[in-house]
């Protein structure tokens, strides 16, 4: 059966996110085996990951930090004392038979984050809670056609999941929450965001009802969306099995489903129903975290400037459009290469336009990223303000500075110089030039003349040429139009 577009309207999707990330610490989450993907199988193990009598874990302070980081990013609350939480159940890649997790007592609770809707209007998304917990290993099912392989590496990595509200409305808000929040994490340096990787997971809640209802459908959590355009399909792809469902009167279940992003589809995991009882009681083998206000207070010192700061900052004391903004601010590294040139240039359009033009595609070139790239701010700053004071056009700044500028440690101004490339801003000197131009080129002059507006770019082309590429085009365009109404 096809969902026409009447009634799926007649539906209100729901949807709320539960997205895990590994923390980018140098060891595990209770334990000092180190946490790296990638490494041999199960050489990152240790007893204490193997929850083996007698071991004791210790907390990884470094992940209450990262946790706390991610809570102010979110506005939320931070719990001065929490504890943390035996989840218990039965798993292959569970050696020690139970996760600790924190479950009365989440360390941040009552954020919000503002994601874009369809219509590119603002909306806000309410944050749960924030808790930290520790993964599991990893069962491998497609290397040995008849055994299931184990690799506990990932076994005690430590995650926090951010449980979002049920606020999300459509696919396309899951989109953008999911974007936003791995910028987040990415800015502030907590976990890389690879979703392909699995260091950052998303679980999607989903439920129907019909428009204007007041109480929300049957919801089926979905999982294994190896990106964020496989968290949108299969949000869609449950959104219309849960409406034909309805339509046809089925019956919907509280269950957990796989999506396969192959076909694009969900098939059943397991039902909610028959869910474990995971006899959650607190850990006894650790202390309960205490977090003081001065703690909070240094952490949020060294937070980076967030992307919804360095936006508004943009958008608004900077007068930039929301499109430059949004590319500006898209990694942390190319804004904070923005800032440090808009310390030394108030041209500010001119120099996003720089950095998303002639330094990205320098980058692109030779697949490398701002680290990388040889220019300094301040220098990419320097060579702004000779164009802005005319002392250079745009195209010569482009063709022969910046070029230039990438071989040493010159400034974009001792370039010039140095090239004699300064622009001939002394209209004199450009009048003559244009009028040997008009000379040299009689039957073009007379077109342009008679209204053959398309010899411009001609006339210019060869006073260019004849300047040495140093004219301004702006006013060496205005005296061409002045000069041959005279001539
Ligand atoms: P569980 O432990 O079963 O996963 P949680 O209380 O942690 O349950 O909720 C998980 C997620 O489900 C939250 O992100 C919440 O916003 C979302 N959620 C709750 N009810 C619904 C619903 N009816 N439809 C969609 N999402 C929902
Ligand atoms: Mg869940």
Known sequence: MELSEEIRNKYQPVIGLEIHAQMLTNTKAYSNDKNEYGAAPNTNVSPITLGHPGTLPRMNAKTIDYAIKMGLALGCDIAPEQHFARKNYFYPDLPKGYQITQDTT?????????????????????????????????????????????????AGVPLIEIVSEPDIRSSQEAYNYVTEIRQLVRYLEICDGNMEEGSLRCDANISVMLKGAKEYGVRVEVKNMNSIRNVQRAIEHEITRHILAIEKGEQLFQETRNFDALKGVTTAMRSKEAANDYRFFPEPDLQPIRVAPAKIDQLRAEMPPLPAELMSKYTGELKLSEYDAQILTDQKEIALYFEEIIKHTSNYKMAANWLMGDVKSYMNSKAIGIKDFPISAQNIAGLVNLIDEGKVSNNLASQKVFPELLKGTMTALEIAEEHDWIQNSDESDLKSIILAVFEENPAEFERFKAGEKKLTGFIMGKVMQKSAGKADPRSASKLINELSQVQ
């Open 106 to 154: 989440p360390i941040c609770t009552g954020g919000k984050v503002f994601v874009k809707n369809e219509k590119g209007e603002t909306k806000k998304i309410g944050i749960t809670r924030i808790h930290m917990e520790e993964d599991a290993g990893k069962s491998i099912h497609d290397i040995d056609p008849f055994n299931t392989l184990i690799d506990l590496n990932r």
